[in-house]
């Protein structure tokens, strides 16, 4: 069992006091384990889907149910596994490899936590329902629309990944304040651990990469509920819209899966060559170009759909540019084994599988960016063989590196080593087995997504090695339940630091205490740990890093920014969805011309624009202590927002009397869901305004709480900024 | 096509405007290094590139590409350029205080504004004809480009390390800068409706139209190539731009060298 320790020797076997935990240890622990428990899930469905595979024109599953398989296991493994088992290494990791007691927020990291399970209950509730969803992970429309997919399936699958979104984001925004302002001292973000900086990077990623799926879903729901048609092209909707916005977020989305891969391997591979990382600043730098390239290249996923030619070459080009930092990387790692002191343990083994996988789904995913390559090869199973290089044979590698490295920090045992190698055997050959045959499959043109397939010459063999190498890792995979399981009640036990390793999250006993430090080490250089294990040795003395000036933001500050520009991504797509539709040629029914009185508007534009104006007021006399000054101007700005909001009631109300409703066309559909999501957030706005003004009356907001105040600020004015874009695009035709 | 010689606007008014900045420079900065030298020399050469080469000719009123890689290069390409060649010690000398910390914002907010702006305010449909087809105006929105990007680059590669931005929120900057021109370069990418009116009903002066639109080069796509070229190069540029903050980052200072304006005149390496 667990050693006593913070997480509490009378109150580990009470369930309640997990539940209830705000401790970023044991929140990250639950991630791990609803990870863990999903990875068996999505497994279970892997070999159903490989076990119909197998064998040719075999009937085990129905053709519906392999449609549900495999969307289910997409869907499973990327949100139910892959998002979360990162999150949950980040949030126990990150804030003791920077020195901190916790996360910023740690409640709000609970929230994010209990979100995923939430979310996974509605997906998974749909089995129930006899209708789980069936159109694939990326749900492409018009497939997904209520004329091709009428059970409710669809309806689950959109509020599952609607619920764990939210999750998501909050989580990421923690990371990000964490990363911001709760290092500890001498800790400059020049000298982070890579794992720190590169899971900061995959915290930006997400804040941004999010909300284009939410925009997409929030009106394939609409499409769905609500009658609308923005992805139906028989009603004029757009199918490639959906593909777009799913892209932007599908792309990117790899990355903050590969982007976690690093950050283990650039940890793991130095301690076990007992050398520093070569190259600290490229890698950091790598990653951060990474985050932003990844946001240029998603249409290389729509090279089939006949963009044009123009589109083709230049995303074809941009996704052959963000292979160079990639690429980076791999010398990065390659150099830092070179000449290094290398401990084969089981880590280590993962690591370098991963190297060399990951390489090979590398060179692959360069194939793709070339496009008469894509044209031939995608959707076959070299799509599948590719992206599960990636996936498995890289990022799930790297997982498993993690899980070895940090389980004696983790629980205080040592996984024991003969039970991993078997592991990683069993893994290396049934991984390779499954997916590398695959290639040659998609060569011969397998399609994939398919139920079953003819006896074409070659493919039985093929299949049938593929489904046999599955067996090798589900076998692989008991083991490392059982070894964990063993390992726990019987394992060896860890001490402070059992790999030698070099940050901070070494420096304290196995597991950590619940404050996570009694004392720190004085960090100097990015080896915090081994400068004080070699005093002679020490990295400061031997090359500079750049000294922390000591420069911490306000939590409440960076929380808000980052939620902001989140919200702002999701703005800015439903406003392009706008334009898309309400540019072009004349549509039939009522357009913003013909239904919209711009004057009134305009009135109650203003007046929404003047609540930020009391809002800044309210805040400079709460900055001067002035309560009733502030209570004044407070209550002002909740009430011009209240009449703001009245305003957009008569419009609604003008409009639905003259029969313009959401499903009446386009212009209607976009209208209703552009300036309904921007009146909700005012509504919120003005529900926190109010908790602040109770606050106030309260006494607990006063002058050394403003920046709690001025965070608040961040959103309303956001709120108003969004609503200038509104009024210009939709009520002043801007572009048109 | 570069052999035909009417597509050469020798007699461009651009050579007035090179040889004003020649003068300015070599008047106001004598023995500069031949790296700043180079960087003056190159942001001239662009300038000529944008107005004397067939580009010039092309975009005005001819082929929409065109115009937008005159667009790039004046806004972009040459305002690099020309500060690139900027002194650091000289400029600093000028000013006696270090600019107030709300000053440099300012300057960030208006650069910001600027550099994105610009883009957009051109090429709302009845601008962007009226520029092409007007000579005077055509001039100002050139010059406004020239100084939109001036200000645009300077809390980058400004030669005033006190109105320079940190690297990370330059970084923020230049992201944020990529995802203003991306959302245009999208519109312009993928809309149907045609957002340079002049373009669409070119005077062929040339004969070359028939030709070209035989071979698939409608005014369409040459329309989606030019929200693609407002897209895909900015961004890359930022890409870069952006790679040489993060040098700046995790490059050691020394306490001295980051309270004084660097010495770095003599030194060709620290263009940047």
């Excluded at chain 2, 090429?123 to 020239?146: E, K, W, Y």
């Excluded at chain 2, 991306?182 to 409706?193: A, E, P, V």
């Amino acid at each position: 069992m667990l050693q006593p320790d913070s997480l509490g020797a009378d109150s580990r076997r009470n369930l309640f006091s997990w539940i209830c935990s705000v401790d970023h240890k044991r929140i990250g622990i639950m991630y791990m384990l609803l990870a863990v428990f999903f990875l068996l899930v999505g497994g279970v469905e892997a070999l159903l889907i490989r076990a119909q595979l197998a064998v040719p024109k075999n009937d085990l599953v129905s053709p519906q149910m392999f449609n549900q398989l495999f969307t289910l296991h997409g869907t499973t493994m990327v949100f139910l596994v892959g998002m979360p088992v990162f999150t949950g290494f980040s949030n126990f990791i990150v804030p003791l490899m920077i020195g901190a007691k916790d996360v910023a927020f740690p409640r709000l990291n609970a929230m994010s936590f209990w979100m995923l399970p939430f979310g996974a209950t509605l997906l998974y509730f749909s089995f129930f329902t006899g209708s789980a969803p069936d159109a694939g992970w990326f749900s492409y429309a018009p497939l997904s629309t209520k004329p091709f997919s009428s059970l409710p399936g669809v309806d689950y699958w959109i509020i599952g990944l609607a619920v764990m979104g939210i999750g998501s984001i909050s989580g990421a925004i923690n990371i990000v304040a964490t990363v911001m302002c709760c290092r500890a001292p001498g800790m400059s973000l020049q000298r982070v651990p890579l794992f720190v900086w590169i899971m900061f990077m995959q915290a930006i990623l997400i804040v941004i990469t999010i909300p284009p799926l939410n925009s997409a879903i929030s009106m394939l729901l609409i499409d769905r509920m609500l009658g609308a048609a923005f992805f139906e092209p028989a009603r004029g909707g757009s199918a490639l819209l959906w593909q777009h916005f799913f892209w932007m977020f599908g792309h990117p989305e790899v990355y903050v899966f590969a982007l976690p891969a690093f950050a283990i391997v650039s940890e793991v591979i130095p301690v076990f060559s007992r050398k520093p990382i070569y190259g600290y600043a490229f890698v950091a730098g790598s990653s951060t170009i990474i985050v932003l390239l990844s946001y240029t290249v998603w249409a290389h996923h729509m090279f089939a759909v006949g963009l044009g030619m123009g589109p083709n070459i230049f995303f074809a080009a941009a996704t052959l540019l963000i292979a160079l930092p990639t690429g980076v990387k791999i010398f990065n790692w390659t150099a830092t084994l070179w000449g290094g002191s290398i401990r084969f343990t089981t880590a280590m083994l993962f690591a370098i599988a991963f190297l060399i996988q990951f390489v090979v789904g590398g060179l692959t995913g360069i194939m793709f960016a070339t496009v008469p390559v894509d044209w031939q090869l995608t959707d076959t199973y070299f799509v599948v063989a590719h992206f599960h290089y990636v996936l498995v044979g890289g990022i799930v590698f790297s997982l498993f590196a993690a899980t070895f490295y940090w389980f004696p920090k983790i629980s205080g045992r040592m996984l024991n080593e003969k039970l991993g190698k078997l592991q990683f055997w069993l893994w290396l050959i049934g991984f390779n087995a499954t997916f590398g045959i695959q290639h040659l499959l998609g060569l011969m043109g397998m399609p994939r997504r398919v139920y079953t397939y003819d006896d074409n010459p070659g493919w039985a063999l093929c299949n049938g090695i593929s489904s046999a190498g599955a067996v090798f890792m589900a076998a692989g995979t008991l083991v490392l339940v059982w070894n964990i399981l063993k390992s726990m009640k019987s394992g060896a036990v860890a001490g402070n630091n059992p790999w030698e390793g070099f940050t901070l999250e070494w420096a304290t006993t196995s597991p950590p205490p619940l404050e996570n430090f009694k004392e720190l080490p004085e960090i100097k250089s990015r080896r915090p740990v081994w400068d004080a294990d070699h005093p002679d040795l020490a990295d400061w003395k031997s090359e500079k890093t750049p000294e922390d000036r000591g420069h911490r933001p306000a939590g409440a500050k960076v929380a808000a920014w980052s939620f902001v520009i989140s919200e702002a991504i999701f703005f800015i797509l439903l406003l392009v969805s706008y334009v898309v539709f309400n540019s072009g040629d004349e549509i039939e029914g009522p357009t913003s011309e013909t239904a919209l009185d711009v004057s009134r508007t305009g009135f109650f534009t203003l007046i929404l624009l003047s609540s930020s104006l009391t809002f800044w007021i309210a805040e400079r006399c709460l900055r001067r202590d002035k309560i009733g000054g502030f209570k004044l101007w407070l209550g002002l700005t909740i009430l011009l927002g209240c009449v703001f909001i009245g305003g957009q009631v008569w419009e609604y109300s003008g409009l639905i009397s003259n029969g313009i409703t959401v499903n009446r066309n386009l212009f209607a559909s976009t209208f209703f869901t552009v300036t309904g999501f921007h009146g909700l957030h005012v509504t919120g706005g003005i529900i926190v305004l109010g908790i602040m003004y109770m606050l106030g009356r309260l006494g607990y907001l006063t002058s050394k709480r403003t920046h709690v105040f001025a965070a608040v600020g961040v959103y309303w004015h956001f709120v108003d900024v969004v609503w200038i874009a509104v009024f210009s695009i939709i009520y002043l035709d801007v572009f048109k | 096509m570069m052999l035909i010689p009417e597509l050469w606007n020798w007699d461009s008014l651009v050579w007035l405007a090179i040889g004003i900045i020649l003068l300015v420079y070599f008047v106001t900065f004598k023995g500069m290094p031949p790296l700043r030298r180079f960087a003056l020399g190159l942001g001239v050469a662009f300038m000529a590139v944008a107005f004397v080469s067939p580009i010039g000719y092309l975009a005005n009123g001819y082929v929409f590409s065109a115009h937008m890689i005159q667009h790039l290069l004046m806004l972009l390409i040459v305002p690099l350029c020309l500060i690139l060649a900027l002194p650091k010690q000289r400029v600093a000398s000028w000013f006696s205080d270090t600019p107030k910390p709300q000053l440099a914002k300012a300057l960030v907010m208006i650069g910001w504004i600027g550099g994105v702006g610009a883009m957009w305010f051109w090429h709302v449909p009845n601008l962007c004809s009226v520029s092409t087809q007007n000579a005077s105006i055509g001039l100002l929105r050139d010059s406004s480009f020239m100084l939109a990007g001036l200000v645009f680059w300077w809390p980058i590669f400004g030669p005033l390390e006190s109105t320079r931005l940190s690297p990370p929120s330059g970084i923020v900057y230049l992201f944020s800068a990529c995802l203003g021109c991306t959302l245009l370069g999208i519109y312009i990418t993928f809309t149907n409706s045609i957002v340079c009116p002049v373009f669409a009903q070119s005077v062929d002066s040339l004969g070359i139209m028939a030709s070209l639109q035989a071979a698939g080069f409608t005014p369409m796509v040459d329309q989606n190539l030019g929200g693609l070229l407002m897209w895909v190069p900015p961004c890359t540029l930022y890409v870069g731009a952006i790679i040489s903050l993060l040098c700046r980052w995790y490059k050691v200072l020394d306490p001295e060298t980051i309270k004084g304006p660097v010495a770095s005149d003599h030194e060709p390496a620290h263009l940047v």
